[in-house]
């Protein structure tokens, strides 16, 4: 248990569908990552929270959209996927206000679009 | 852009130590390095970090070179749960860059 918890666990959408993913953490951090990890291929950072405000979007598309309505608290909107969507979403929190931080993962969410 | 390079993969005999090197040649003086572990399909875990010293904790040690251009990571008494992907990372700015890591194999 590493205080990252990401429901679902799974999830199988189709591309018309309209799905949220959820992380939550109950480590008091200020900061929350979402992170894309496709077959085979290393972690892509999609984006990052601090202190509830987006401060990274690495080039995602529009149909991936995040939210942070506290710092507790991460959702990820999807909508109009495609078959290449699917991956291994991985929420991650930390405490980003030091010289080093320790990210915290949650067990992901494997998403497949048919 | 990926700031560290590791080997693709490595076998360890199981009770062996496990030796995992990482180059991080381009590392700025108030960089920490990282590593974390990946059992498939979950999150990655955090090991252990370093900053220019030599770090020990329960799951492993961290030799960090003196010109900290390149760190090994050592399991000292490899588990067959010992099996998975190890990264070795490098923060910059607010991004913590995940490369392809070490797929370390422990055999029976």
């Known amino acids: 248990e590493t205080g990252v918890t990401q429901t679902p666990r799974h999830l199988v959408m189709g591309m018309t569908n309209k799905k949220s993913l959820k992380c939550e953490q109950h480590l008091g951090h200020n900061a929350m990552y979402w992170y894309k990890q496709s077959a085979k291929k290393p972690l892509e950072l999609m984006f990052v929270?601090?202190?509830?405000?987006?401060?990274e979007n690495n080039s995602v598309p529009s149909r991936f959209s995040p939210e942070c309505p506290n710092s507790s608290h991460l959702f990820l909107h999807l909508h109009t996927l495609q078959p290449e969507d699917s991956a291994l979403y991985l929420c991650a929190s930390s405490q980003g206000d030091t010289s080093w931080e320790k990210l915290f993962f949650g067990s992901g969410t494997q998403l497949s679009v048919l | 852009d990926a700031k560290t390079t590791q080997p693709p993969s490595m076998d360890c005999a199981e009770g062996r130590a496990a030796n995992l090197p990482c180059n991080h040649s381009?590392?700025?003086?108030?960089?920490?390095v990282y590593w974390y572990r990946q059992i498939h399909s979950q999150g990655p875990q955090y090991i252990i970090h370093g900053l220019k010293n030599n770090e020990t904790n329960e799951m492993a040690s961290l030799i960090i070179t003196e010109d900290r251009k390149s760190s090994t990571l050592i399991l000292p008494h490899a588990t067959l749960r010992d099996t998975a992907v190890y990264y070795c990372i490098v923060k910059g700015g607010n991004q913590f860059y995940f490369g392809t890591g070490t797929s370390l194999t422990v055999i029976p």
């Open positions: 381009t590392i700025s003086g108030n960089e920490y």
């Open positions: 929270y601090s202190l509830e405000e987006r401060v």
